[in-house]
């Protein structure tokens, strides 16, 4: 699909823009706001450099008041402009100044003026764009200098052509995207947002910057460290103009120079093909590892030389890391880091922000989320359906946080029935919808490839968009062998890739065993705390499982992490991934809030508990069951679908009036239950007795439970836990130590109520007794 090409109008030449001024932009009120918003504003918006790992002296960014327009899509340029917009901040959002949507049906256009510092007389300009969603034609001085389709890497330009002589420079950037009306990749953009799917964005979200090189300079560099050979090959892609091209590459530790060497570029035409692009393999004596807990980083300095004259110059970084795949002694794949095993736990992390939307507010916001994480004892995050701006992954490497990284999805999604019977099923895309994927994915690659933190490539997420699977997955494990490859995350597996990918709300659960891939559980937790005067709006919040207070939550989260500790011992899982950093808009199932004022779990039990994770996994529990659910056997109860009165927990209650039926109760087609007594109706009370032995004494009590939807469970006329919504399998959870007083020698009562409102329902529940 070629990009269109558009012509700028006379008028618009002619015609003068209104004066930029910062009194022009106010945030736009509406929606809950970041501490950081305070921060942003006309002349000071993300002002550091946007590409770490490429790094030049000379450069000049372009964030700041732009003119604005929207116009109809197949409508000319604009004659005149509405008003301003903060740039990078995409246009829906509220620290644009606009919070406006523009849509398929319409053309966001982009005005500002610039000028060349004389210091640049001579070289060559480059115009960079760090991301613009999604199809941006760009024009200075009225001439077309480029187009480029993609929302999420960056792209360049040389504009030196079309500049003129000294003065204002004149950059007009037009903007197109379909959001989920077209196949491009979108990650959770949606025209109707609500639940997971979010507000769309469109335009320059990422820093826009101007950069002078020579006309012989470096375009890209590839850092690949050898973990085992203790060494880092360096390969530089650029342009030459002849003259005996030489790259000299620097090893630094801190300031101090370890090694260096040359090589000679052997050819003298003005560009560099990547296919022999030139690359030098230097050692780095007595390396120190990059891991989470010591992250520790080298320097690069890359000049390039024409007949001994220095014409670009560069600096990066790396980490000796090394990721791969290691049986353990039981057989089963694990994952290594180093070539240790290393167990990966870190929470999704969609990355949007309620002022900025995609765009963090300031830098300091974007590592804050990064401290938070590493804070809350995870040592990995997987970026989900969205690629971060690189300094997001600058902030990784610098403080030590594993990253998978998604690709955004996008077009429409293959069959997908949940976390079960799922293999082998994904869609087929058009040939321009593939094309799209496909060049989008490998230029997500190639610009964050250097980056140590990125341990794994997750192509497709859930069904979403998934097609020609295994050439995917294979072609991607072929183009970066130095990274793990998770396909497909959550189902629709095939036999391809590194890693077999399990989703389970709440779960957790580990997936089928393998003998070729890694196990890992891609997605599971998703409990929900709405807090007042912290959500996107003030009712109708969305979670997967909701709470009413921070000391509820905590302890379902930690019961949660509680039994992952058996699947990382007994069947060998290599990860788990919790959902999520934060609350998004309507959906409140995030560890923070949406503007990340509160963490909404308790800090401290939450880092103990994560930390345990990476320890040796404790010894299998010793369980009693006191009252069996009827999970793996028929459980007879006494029950009633009628209003019994407000003494049917007690234990001297007479229930001798009840039916008598084996559980679990409910409708048939409810998933992954076994219903052996029909209930269809809104309520249901049981009852049954259990004998404990003299001198018995509790340790943990906990309740197996599968309930849909609202459950409240008693113990001797004692309510001992309550359960909101609903769960789609069955759940062991921890009750607070208080309960164990409730529990006597002989006969107990366990009574259990159930509200229904609609779907399907189902009801069982069992009390076990649990030794650590």
Not at 214 to 225: C, G, M, N, Q, Y
Not at 599 to 612: G, P, R, T, Y
Request: proline share 8%; charged share 25%; net charge negative.
């Amino acid at each position: 699909m070629k990009i269109p090409t558009l012509t700028l109008s006379a008028t618009l030449m002619a015609t003068a823009s209104f004066p930029l001024h910062a009194a022009d932009w106010q945030p736009v009120e509406g929606h809950i706001m970041t501490r950081w918003a305070k921060d942003v504003s006309p002349k000071s918006v993300h002002t550091e450099y946007p590409r770490p790992t490429m790094v030049r002296k000379d450069w000049q960014h372009l964030n700041g008041l732009w003119e604005y327009a929207i116009v109809p899509t197949n409508a000319a340029a604009p004659a005149a402009y509405e008003g301003s917009i903060l740039v990078p901040f995409p246009v829906e959002s509220a620290l644009s100044g606009v919070k406006r949507r523009v849509g398929g049906e319409n053309r966001l256009w982009y005005r500002r003026t610039f000028t060349v510092p004389n210091a640049w007389a001579g070289q060559r300009v480059l115009l960079h764009f760090g991301a613009v969603d999604w199809e941006a034609v760009v024009s200075v001085n009225g001439a077309e200098v480029g187009g480029h389709r993609g929302g999420y890497d960056p792209f360049s330009f040389d504009i030196t052509d079309a500049l003129k002589e000294g003065g204002e420079q004149e950059l007009v950037v037009s903007v197109w995207d379909p959001t989920n009306d077209g196949p491009q990749p979108r990650g959770k953009q949606v025209k109707e947002p609500g639940g997971i799917w979010y507000t769309p964005v469109t335009g320059i979200w990422q820093t826009p910057w101007l950069e002078p090189v020579s006309a012989a300079h470096l375009d890209r560099i590839k850092v690949t460290p050898d973990f085992d050979d203790s060494a880092v090959t360096i390969q530089a892609h650029g342009i030459t103009t002849g003259g005996n091209p030489t790259l000299k590459v620097e090893i630094l530790d801190g300031r101090r120079v370890i090694q260096e060497g040359e090589v000679q570029i052997m050819i003298t035409t003005r560009s560099i093909p990547p296919q022999i692009a030139p690359s030098i393999k230097l050692p780095v004596p007595e390396a120190k590892p990059w891991t989470p807990e010591t992250p520790h980083l080298y320097n690069v300095r890359v000049t390039l030389l024409e007949s001994g004259r220095k014409t670009d110059e560069i600096t990066s970084y790396f980490g000796m890391r090394k990721i791969s795949l290691a049986r353990n002694d039981q057989g089963v794949l694990r994952m290594q880091l180093n070539n240790r095993t290393t167990f990966q736990y870190g929470p999704l992390d969609q990355g949007f922000w309620p002022d900025g939307l995609y765009t963090a507010p300031t830098d300091e916001a974007l590592r804050y989320d990064i401290e938070m994480t590493k804070k809350l004892g995870f040592n990995m995050a997987r970026k989900h359906v969205k690629v971060e701006p690189e300094r997001w992954y600058y902030w990784c490497d610098k403080l030590g946080l594993l990253v998978w990284q998604d690709m955004p999805s996008g077009d429409r999604s293959a069959e997908w029935r949940g976390p079960s019977g799922v293999d082998g099923r994904e869609m087929e895309r058009a040939p321009e919808s593939r094309a799209i994927y496909e060049k989008e994915w490998k230029a997500i690659i190639d610009s964050r490839y250097n980056h140590p933190c990125i341990v794994t490539w997750v192509p497709f997420n859930e069904g979403w968009g998934q097609f020609d699977t295994v050439r995917i997955l294979n072609w991607t494990m072929n183009y970066d062998p130095t990274r793990l490859v998770d396909g497909p995350s959550g189902g629709n597996h095939f036999p391809a890739g590194h890693i077999i990918d399990h989703h389970q709300y709440p779960g957790p659960a580990a997936p089928r065993r393998v003998e070729d891939r890694a196990m890992v559980l891609g997605e599971y937790g998703g409990l929900g705390l709405p807090l007042p005067g912290h959500t996107w709006q003030a009712e109708k919040n969305w979670g997967y499982r909701n709470f009413g207070s921070a000391p509820e939550v905590t302890a379902a989260y930690l019961n949660l992490v509680r039994k992952l500790h058996p699947m990382v011992r007994d069947s060998g899982l290599s990860a788990a991934i919790y959902t999520q950093t934060t609350d998004v808009e309507v959906e409140v199932n995030g560890l923070m809030t949406y503007d990340r004022a509160i963490v909404k779990l308790d800090e401290d039990k939450v880092a103990a508990a994560n930390l345990k994770l990476y320890g040796p996994p404790p010894p299998a529990p010793k369980v009693m069951v006191l009252s069996p659910s009827s999970k793996d056997a028929a459980q007879e109860w006494a029950y009633t679908t009628t209003e019994p009165g407000k003494d049917w927990a007690e234990p001297g209650f007479d229930d001798s009036g009840w039916a008598r039926g084996p559980g679990g109760f409910g409708t048939r087609m409810t998933p992954n239950t076994m219903v052996r007594t029909e209930w269809n109706t809104p309520n249901i009370w049981l009852r049954r007795t259990f004998e404990v032995p003299a001198g018995f004494k509790a340790h943990s009590l906990q309740v197996e439970l599968y309930h849909d939807e609202d459950a409240e469970v008693f113990l001797n006329g004692e309510r001992i836990a309550q359960f909101r919504g609903y769960i789609t399998a069955y759940d062991l959870v921890i009750l607070d130590e208080r309960v164990n007083k409730a529990l006597k020698p002989g006969t107990n009562t366990l009574a259990v109520t159930c509200k229904q409102t609609g779907g399907g329902q189902y009801i069982d529940v069992g009390l076990v007794d649990v030794e650590e």
